[in-house]
């Protein structure tokens, strides 16, 4: 889809993502999305996550027809807090908090520096950087929100926020959420800090949306088609443009993307699935922060190991618990499984043949990813907005089982232990080829080749990209 035009009458967007690979890595996709609509994207980061995007970005501009390459701009973080990896992926805890918030505000004023100086002539910031709303108004440019989650989990965030059913202190007796079109019971105990107890960013967060131009989804239509048009209250329109991973085509794309792979890796592994039968592979990762205690580490392999399906299971280390630790080299090479540490090729892993189920920590990306590659889910969320993302998957769209009744928390020891016979039975349930098996495979069967069309010229998130992208040249047109 090679779409040249004259610079001047180019759109130029600034993507500012947030310093997180959930959202870093599917706005990264969508500037490559929007360059391919013929706009002019620039990234702005930081120097250590420029390090984790240039590759793919390099492999994009080299091999990209439309001759327009994307631009990526440094910005250096004025403060501390985000040291030494710059990124929530390489910190102790996951935890979003007020003061991680707070020193995001410094970059502002780099920020402004950088629009003062290139002029472009639109914002797409992540819904974190809540100061942006008043740099885009400083320059009179609209500013598009990207939070990198689905409408159903905002949905049920925001329905949740306003009105927590039980207060009666029994955290593990289920309620439903009201005004929804499906019945999700859900506990107190499996709802994030954010949704229990307001906070000022949360409030600011909302504000923004309601002052921006408008909200761009990583989701499609036909996957949350009861939930788009309900998501009014939050933001003034959105545009649903997704699934972005579908973005990285050719298979340096997905080994590319994110972060950079340890040597040897996609060999290993892409020898290793080679020689394993079609779909009879179980993929295992908690996303780019997922961490457990050692207990549930020894009870997640001894639940693969009873499940006797081939697994590749890939264990982040970053922050947390090192692998030797708690399992000698030599025990780990005796597995019918492959365990793995640091950062995985999952868009690669996902979409090869042998892959047939995935345990997943039920991060949206995740979430997409394994839909788009037509791949069951066994959930095992964590926090945030997981276990919101966990029932849309088992409950709405019907394609993965639950492990079991979780507890929602950023900290491990928080969470209560999964034993083996709970994740061998829930493996078994997605990988057995069984009639429900049969049916979920179905399912994400379907939903995967509409993913497919919704990308496609014609669909729904190509036309809605083109109509976004329209609608701001207008905007440009009319200002000059
Ligand atoms: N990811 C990856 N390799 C890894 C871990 C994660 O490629 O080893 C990617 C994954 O494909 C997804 C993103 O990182 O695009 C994680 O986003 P998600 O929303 O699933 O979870 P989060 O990490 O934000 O909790």
């Known amino acids: 889809m090679a779409v040249c035009q004259e610079n001047r009458h180019r759109l130029h967007i600034f993507f500012l993502p947030f310093l997180a690979p959930g959202h870093m890595i599917p706005m990264v996709d969508m500037a490559r999305r929007f360059t391919e609509h013929g706009v002019k994207s620039t990234i702005v980061t930081t120097p250590l996550n420029v390090l984790r995007i240039q590759p793919s970005i ?42 991680l918030l707070a020193s995001m505000n410094s970059l502002r004023q780099p920020f402004e ?31 598009l929100v990207f939070h990198g989650c689905g409408t159903f989990p905002i949905l049920v965030s925001t329905k949740l926020m306003d009105h927590i059913p039980l207060d009666d202190g029994d955290d593990e007796k289920k309620f439903v959420v009201p005004g929804l079109h499906h019945r999700i019971e859900m506990r107190v105990s499996e709802l994030p800090g954010y949704v229990l107890k307001r906070n000022i960013w949360t409030d600011d967060m909302v504000r923004g949306y309601r002052r921006s131009y408008g909200v761009v989804m990583n989701t499609f239509t036909d996957l949350e088609k009861d939930y788009i048009r309900d998501d009014v209250a939050t933001s003034p329109s959105s545009w649903e ?28 592994c892409m020898d ?36 006797g399906y081939p697994y590749i299971w890939v264990v982040k280390s970053v922050g947390g618990t090192h692998l030797s630790e708690w399992l000698p080299e030599e025990e780990r090479r005796s597995k019918k499984g492959l365990i793995l540490t640091g950062w995985a090729p999952q868009v690669l892993i996902l979409n090869h043949n042998s892959i047939g189920g995935f345990m997943s920590h039920c991060g949206w990306n995740s979430c997409l990813e394994s839909i788009t590659a037509g791949v069951p889910m066994v959930t095992w969320p964590l926090f945030g907005d997981q276990f919101f ?92």
């Open 272 to 307: 290793w699935m080679d020689s394993m039968k079609p779909k009879s592979v179980l993929y295992v990762c908690f996303g780019s922060c997922g961490k457990f205690t050692i207990p549930q580490l020894k009870e997640i392999l001894s639940g693969l190991d009873a499940s």
């Open 113 to 143: 520096e950088l629009l003062e100086k290139h002029r472009p002539d639109a914002i797409v910031s992540d819904a974190l950087h809540v100061w942006s709303p008043d740099s885009a108004d400083m320059f009179g440019i609209p500013r």
């Open 389 to 480: 993302n966990m029932k849309f998957i088992v409950d709405v769209v019907k394609v993965g089982v639950e492990v079991g009744d979780m507890v929602c928390s950023e900290i491990a020891e928080e969470r209560r232990v999964m034993t083996r016979w709970q994740i061998e039975k829930a493996i078994r349930r997605v990988m057995d080829g069984g009639d429900e098996a049969v049916a979920m495979r179905k399912r994400v069967s379907t939903l995967r080749s509409l993913s497919l069309k919704a990308v496609e010229e014609g669909g729904s998130s190509f036309n809605n990209t083109r109509r976004l992208i329209n609608e701001l040249m207008k905007l440009k047109h009319d200002k000059a």
């Open 58 to 99: 390099d492999h994009f501009n080299n091999s990209s027809e439309n001759n327009w390459p994307i631009e990526i701009l440094q910005i250096k973080f004025p403060s501390s807090y985000f040291e030494p990896g710059e990124n929530v992926s390489s910190f102790q805890s996951p935890s979003i908090t007020g003061e």
């Open 241 to 268: 443009v997704g699934p972005l991973s579908l973005c990285n085509r050719d298979k340096t794309d997905m080994i590319l993307r994110g972060d950079v792979i340890a040597d040897g890796f996609s060999a290993t």
